[in-house]
């Protein structure tokens, strides 16, 4: 009888992707994280994670194959860990790395080892395990402003001026003979600690000066974190990174990846024009994450106009398809009627986070019907793909969609509540042969709107969610500190 070990390795290495993938893109994630989980937090991929682990102890040969998948992400925490990571045979398969330079603080070594900080070592040391890592895609630093020249120097080392290298051809797609500014989708700079009162007004200093030079050379980033919630963001300090951005240059046929944006703490000036300067410096941004942008942590907005009018110049994003906004709480109906605004204000949004009155945050999908009708509902397990599906394709999401997800998949699920579904050249008829339907909300529905949903249709899918479980899939609980919890299950 055929056992384990005549399978072959691709077999094998199959099962262990399927068991578990440390990059692994859930829905839970792209909407906590924003890109894949920094850390299994979650019961269900912890125990994948010690299942995958547990199968490669049964052999030699699995063992293999099963290395492939648990260094595809590993964490840095230590002087130590760095040096020995470019040492190891498995630095070909590492595609995401957590540095966190809390590492070359004197409290983090030994005293029989203590030294002044070189800024030149720190980046030499940097340098050589990042060029040993081949297929490196997604990078995230934990710094702060002691960490800049370190920073500054490393990315000057890594990542050559254009006119020192040949652009890359457009046909090639070895990642091995790709530079790190071609390879990265990827890029964080997230805040270990605030810096001393006034350090930047005495430094003359941006709180992101150390990335401008990745941020202008990787033309294939799609995604970027600046974090700096234990400080307040200077709006200067944001744009000139996006700046660099707006400043990448493709290789010939080609154009630089569209951006998702993660903006983590209070901005000044936030209501006060920033996202008019955002705008007019930066235009490619597929999704946009504001995580508290207010230097209270929470603000109850009885006035939703106000809140529109501090979102209006999002509608000049032409690409924009999610956004996220926090510190600003909702009531759940009110919720709902600004996720119906924002969809019809910005034609390419599918996606809206907002706060809840308990400071969870509940997404909403924009399903769009016929002509300019859209039809806002609290999102359940697999829409976020669905609906990107539906913009990839150039398509707008229908309501059909909808119904076909519910029956596929095995844990969808709207809330209770219902939704709502209006349109601009539509009313709510009052005549006695119009038939209407009022949903929780307060909405009407009618055969005669434009859009023209059947009772019978809304009813199936009421009927369809009673049986399932009583969990709002279309609520997160609010995104985790990345500097409270565990970074990664992986460490080198």
Not at 333 to 357: F, H, K, N, W
Not at 371 to 391: K, N, S, T, W
Request: one cysteine or more.
């Amino acid at each position: 009888m055929p056992t384990l070990l005549d399978l072959p390795r691709e077999v094998i290495r199959a099962i262990a992707v399927h068991i578990y993938d440390p990059l692994e893109l859930t829905q839970q994630d792209r909407l906590t994280w924003g890109i894949f989980s920094t850390v299994d937090m979650h019961e269900e991929r912890q125990d994948a994670l010690f299942s995958l682990i547990a199968l490669g102890d049964t052999c030699r040969k699995v063992r293999r194959e099963v290395r492939v998948i648990l260094f595809r992400c590993i964490r840095i925490p230590t002087v130590w860990h760095a040096y020995e990571a470019a040492k190891y045979d498995w630095a070909p398969f590492v595609r995401s790395i957590i540095i966190d330079l809390t590492m070359f603080d004197l409290d983090e070594v030994p005293r029989n080892e203590r030294r002044p900080r070189s800024c030149w070592h720190e980046s030499a040391l940097l340098s050589r395990m990042i060029n040993a890592l081949p297929c490196l895609q997604h990078i995230s630093f934990f710094a702060d402003a002691s960490d800049d020249s370190t920073l500054s120097l490393l990315f000057a080392s890594i990542i050559d001026h254009p006119s020192r290298h040949a652009r890359p051809q457009p046909d090639d797609e070895a990642y091995e003979r790709q530079p790190i500014a071609t390879r990265l989708k990827s890029f964080g700079w997230r805040q270990r600690a605030a810096p001393p009162s006034e350090f930047r007004t005495f430094s003359q200093t941006s709180t992101f000066v150390s990335t401008m030079h990745v941020l202008r050379h990787a033309h294939n980033l799609s995604f970027l974190v600046l974090d700096a919630d234990m400080d307040e963001m200077g709006s200067s300090d944001i744009l000139t990174a996006v700046r660099e951005l707006a400043k990448r240059e493709a290789p010939l046929g080609q154009e630089p990846a569209k951006v998702s944006l993660m903006l983590c703490g209070p901005i000044a000036g936030w209501e006060d024009g920033f996202l008019d300067q955002l705008v007019d410096t930066f235009r490619d941004i597929r999704e946009l994450f504001l995580d508290r942008p207010l230097k209270k942590l929470i603000r109850a907005v009885n006035d939703e106009n106000e809140f529109i009018n501090v979102l209006a110049p999002l509608q000049a994003l032409p690409y924009l398809q999610l956004v996220q906004v926090g510190s600003y709480t909702f009531s759940l109906e009110t919720q709902q009627d600004i996720a119906l605004r924002l969809a019809y204000m910005c034609p390419s949004l599918v996606v809206i986070g907002l706060l809840g009155s308990e400071g969870d945050t509940t997404w909403w999908g924009a399903w769009r019907g016929a002509g300019d009708a859209v039809y806002i509902r609290p999102m359940g397990d697999g829409h976020l793909f669905l609906l990107e599906d539906c913009a990839r394709a150039s398509r707008r999401p229908s309501l059909a969609g909808i119904e076909e997800l519910i029956s596929k998949s095995r844990r969808a699920s709207f809330a209770s509540e219902g939704g709502i579904v209006r349109s601009r050249r539509s009313s709510v008829g009052t005549d006695e042969g119009s038939r209407s339907r009022r949903s929780s909300f307060g909405s009407m529905v009618t055969d005669d709107d434009p859009v023209r949903v059947k009772r019978s249709f809304l009813a199936s899918i009421d009927d369809k969610l009673r049986p399932l479980s009583a969990i709002d899939p279309g609520k997160s609980s609010p995104r985790p500190s990345p500097r409270r919890t565990p970074i990664s299950p992986h460490h080198v």
